[in-house]
């Protein structure tokens, strides 16, 4: 019996290997077996897919407030910090020669070079007066200021104020004007070859920078102020349209005044007294 049983096994036991084996593989299929990398670590999970993200639009532009024609681009800030207003007329041209110390002659290029005389026009410095050259106090270096602002040949900008007369007595057209650095009405003023002058008591848009700069150039003695002693810039003056030199007293029936080495008493008719506190 002991052999049967011996010859018995070694028929079975290769069919038990076969079925211990079979049930190693199907136990092995249904775990997925870890992957090992080359180097024995074991790899990082694959990345979670993020969804595309849209990109934001580009901003619209805003217009710039500070600019009178409401542009994209802020207006041109010359070096004393002005720009160019929106006046009634504006016109570009070349400055050609001085008449006197606050008047100067303007060739309208239009782009083209001027060769027409109805092409020149006279453009006086609005609210600022200097003194005349060859019969008044300072003229003749005040003049020399003013061909050191305007070369011939330069170009500059004229441009009328919306809340002044565009011509003065005379019929001149009174402006701002621009060279390529700053406006020329308030340069003269700063160098103490001009003073500020408002007809009527009437005001423009740089009117608080020329009293500003009048009282500066006062203060320091420059130009007129340390060659003329007599010259004198008062609130009350200025209000009544008076030039330097004038008294306190307003005559009715005075014309124009003119900075002279002798002192007289004139005001422009039909002034309107204006408060202190717009002066100061």
Known sequence: MKGAKTHTWKVMRPLVWLVATAVLVTGAGCSAPERVGAGGSTPSPSPIATPL?????FPTPTPDSASPWNLLIPAYVYEDGTSIIDGPTSIDGVMVDLNGSDVFELCITKGYECVAYEDIIPIRLV??????PGSECYGDE???????????GMPVSAVTDPNLPEEDADGILQAWVWNSEFLVNLEMVKR?????YFPNGARGAFDQRLLNAARKAKAAGRGLWGACPSARLEGANLQHGCRPMCTSAVSPTAGVLRLSRTPTLRSAPNSRAISSGEVA
């Open 127 to 132: 609210h600022i007066d200097a003194p005349e």
């Open 142 to 152: 005040a003049e020399l200021e003013l061909a050191g602002l305007l070369l011939e």
């Open 192 to 196: 103490g070859a001009a003073t500020p």
């Open 53 to 57: 993200q849209t990109a934001e639009p």
